[in-house]
């Protein structure tokens, strides 16, 4: 995972994408899953890079 792509973000973003790395990829994404029930804009981003699924993560709904 690149950080520079959440690294201009808030400490919530940095945080997460540091957790989402150190679970690895695939719990990553039955994360973003489950969490894509609960956000539709999170499962319009599915398709983006990971870096903006990470900082989708953290946005209010």
Do not use: C, W
Request: glycine share 8%; aromatic share 12%; net charge neutral.
């Amino acid at each position: 995972m690149d950080f520079r792509l959440i690294e201009n973000h808030s400490p919530a973003s940095l945080s997460a994408g540091l957790f989402f790395s150190e679970l690895g990829l695939n719990t990553v994404q039955l994360s973003i899953s489950f969490f894509s029930l609960r956000s539709l804009r999170l499962g319009g981003s599915l398709k983006n890079d990971f870096g903006n699924r990470v900082l989708a993560l953290t946005e209010p709904y």
